[in-house]
């Protein structure tokens, strides 16, 4: 799978939350003692559970989830094309569809 760069991710994550306000809320409200009772840093849980709401968003919209994530990541249409061409790829790699 192609790797977005962390400022890519950083990016995805920081318009996803931009426009969705409840996603954002339910994620502030995480608390230490939650990720305390799961045995997790606060921020890894957060950003777990932030890859969630992502996808779930994703879903409920008809997109799928990588191609969500890469279309708020990517700079342009190009770089987009970029990485789902680069996914494909990879897909075949792995299925040895060559």
């Known amino acids: 799978m192609p790797k977005l760069t962390p400022a890519q991710i950083q990016k ?7 426009e969705n306000r409840g996603a ?4 502030s409200c995480i608390s230490q003692t939650e990720a305390d009772a799961l045995g997790m840093e606060l921020a890894d849980l957060q950003e777990s559970r932030l890859i969630e ?5 994703a879903r409920s919209k008809g997109f799928d989830p990588l191609e969500y994530r890469f279309s ?3 700079a342009d249409r190009a770089e987009f094309d970029a990485l789902m061409a680069s996914h494909k790829a ?3 790699r ?5």
């Open 90 to 92: 990879e897909q075949k």
């Open 24 to 27: 954002a809320i339910r994620i």
């Open 72 to 74: 708020l990541a990517a």
């Open 12 to 18: 995805a994550h920081r318009l996803f939350l931009i």
């Open 53 to 57: 709401e992502m996808d779930a968003y």
């Open 94 to 98: 792995i299925l040895d569809l060559d």
